[in-house]
Nanobody
Framework: VQLQASGGGLVQAGDSLRLSCTAS????????MGWFRQAPGKEREFVAS????????TYSDSAKGRFTISRDNAKNTVYLQMNGLKPNDTAVYYC?????????????????WGQGTQVTVSS
């Protein structure tokens, strides 16, 4: 499956952004979707995931309470609503897909990746 991420930008601390990731295939409902991020000089890290059925979500400790992942299977799209952004949220954000997945935290579970969208939060 091909993934196209969008919605990044330059915002101030405390602002909100909504990232979107649209899949190319109608089999999208069969995929668990994850959001990861990578800051300069750091490893790619898990942010949030949603299982293929859409009934279960998982968040990193840094995302919990501020970010919300959701999916619209009719639009082949997964979203990441980010509120209360902080400067250390600055990173390239990637979406990823795992066929019939449960929404793993491990990036190696995901076989398809989007191109990334830059999020920059100024203080």
């Amino acid at each position: 499956v091909q993934l196209q991420a969008s919605g990044g930008g330059l915002v101030q601390a405390g602002d909100s952004l909504r990232l979107s990731c649209t899949a190319s295939e109608r089999t999208f409902p069969s995929y668990a979707m994850g959001w990861f991020r990578q800051a300069p000089g750091k490893e790619r890290e898990f942010v949030a995931s949603i299982n293929w059925a859409g009934g279960s979500t998982t968040y990193s400790d840094s995302a919990k309470g501020r970010f919300t992942i959701s999916r619209d299977n009719a639009k082949n799209t997964v979203y990441l609503q980010m509120n209360g952004l902080k400067p250390n949220d600055t990173a390239v954000y990637y979406c990823a897909a795992e066929l019939y997945g449960l929404g793993a935290r491990d990036k190696n579970a995901y076989k398809s990746w989007g191109q990334g969208t830059q999020v920059t939060v100024s203080s």
